[in-house]
């Protein structure tokens, strides 16, 4: 429960992540602001009880406005490009959008009420590891996706202890399926998302899976990863939103199931799902890691969390349901 009303800005608030965040939030009674130029995001999931601007975060000038007219009191900073395989490409566009982007936004907060900056961080600054990675474990990005995301938390411990606000670091595993209210959910031909490509590949006649590289070091070959539903994700941001209003303390979370599926243990079990799936193995993908899953217990223990959606069967048939949704919109 939030106790005292929040002001809070969202930057990429009509994305995917973002509109389940902002969903969660509108319940309190915050007052939000959405900050999207919509890049990749989608009107279609900006919340109508939210104030919405379309704009950059790199327009430091316009964000400062926008925060002390509103007296926003919370950012919490989801704008980014998020593609692994594409920021090995693009990575000069990688480092004006995410990083520059970061530092804009940590420029307008300065001097402002801002007192809470929460920001989504990804598993991938772990780079390769064995096993659980705890928050403890020493960063060691791969991919410049990774290292843009590495270099963010950076610039944002280094604002606030210059200009005391606290902050969350929220380190992300990978995120799949939708919201039960069936209004929001992931939208675009993203492929090199797993769970949402299975969702579109349900509605294919013929469905196929490309799974990137056979020859990991992992049990099958294949790479290893930790699938949270959006909705707990959403949900970690509200407790966090209150944690910081109430206890003023910054900190690192992953937020993760601490399960690690290989890619080809989910495709089996969407074979089962769509049994004319055919599974095509293809060449490694740039940037990708063989493993990471999470140790959460540093968030379970402080929130008392117990994950809702903790099965990865829902979180497929959660994909499907909002896909099916999308494909009548
Ligand atoms: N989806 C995952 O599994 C995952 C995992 C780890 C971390 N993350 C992080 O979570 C955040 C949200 O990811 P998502 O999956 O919702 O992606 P998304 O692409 O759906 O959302 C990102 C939003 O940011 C907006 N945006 C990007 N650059 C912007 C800019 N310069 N100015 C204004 N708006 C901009 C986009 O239009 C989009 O609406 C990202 O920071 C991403 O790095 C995601």
């Not at 049990?219 to 109430?246: F, N, P």
């Not at 069967?313 to 009548?328: G, T």
Request: charged residues 30%; positive net charge; proline residues 2%.
């Amino acid at each position: 429960m939030i106790n005292k009303a929040k002001k809070i800005l969202i930057t990429g608030g009509a994305g995917y992540i973002g509109s389940h965040v902002t969903e969660k939030l509108v319940k309190t009674r915050s007052k939000i602001v959405i900050l999207d130029n919509l890049i990749r995001g989608n009107k279609k999931l900006i919340n109508k009880k939210t104030k919405f601007v379309k704009a950059n975060i790199n327009n430091t000038k316009l964000l400062k406005k926008i925060i002390f007219k509103n007296k926003i009191d919370t950012v919490i900073h989801l704008a980014s490009l998020a593609s692994v395989a594409e920021s090995q490409k693009f990575k000069k566009r990688y480092f004006l959008n995410n990083i520059k982007g970061t530092l804009s936004i940590l420029n307008a907060c300065k001097n402002s009420g801002v007192r809470s900056f929460i920001y989504s961080s990804s598993c991938s600054v772990y780079g390769n590891v064995k096993g659980k990675v705890s928050e403890k474990r020493k960063p060691n990005p791969k991919s410049y996706y990774a290292i843009t995301k590495y270099k963010s938390e950076n610039l944002i411990k280094k604002f606030s202890k210059r200009y005391r606000f606290k902050y969350i670091i929220l380190r992300y595993f990978n995120v799949g399926g939708a919201s039960n209210s069936g209004k929001i959910g992931e939208v675009g031909n993203k492929n090199d998302r797993l769970i949402k490509n299975l969702a579109i590949q349900y509605f294919k006649d013929k469905p196929k899976i490309n799974i990137h590289g056979s020859n990991y070091k992992t049990k099958d070959g294949t790479c290893i990863r930790d699938y949270i539903h959006v909705s707990d994700i959403a949900d970690i941001h509200k407790k966090c939103v209150d944690y910081l209003s109430k206890n003023l303390k910054s900190n690192i979370f992953n937020c993760g199931y601490e399960k690690g599926y290989s890619v080809l243990e989910i495709s089996k079990i969407f074979k089962k799902i769509k049994q004319n799936t055919i599974i095509n193995f293809k060449n490694r993908r740039p940037g990708d890691v063989s493993q990471v899953y999470a140790d959460s217990s540093k968030f379970k223990k402080i929130f008392k969390w117990k994950p809702k959606n903790n099965d990865i069967k829902k979180i497929i048939y959660s994909a499907i349901r909002w896909e099916r949704k999308l494909n009548h919109l």
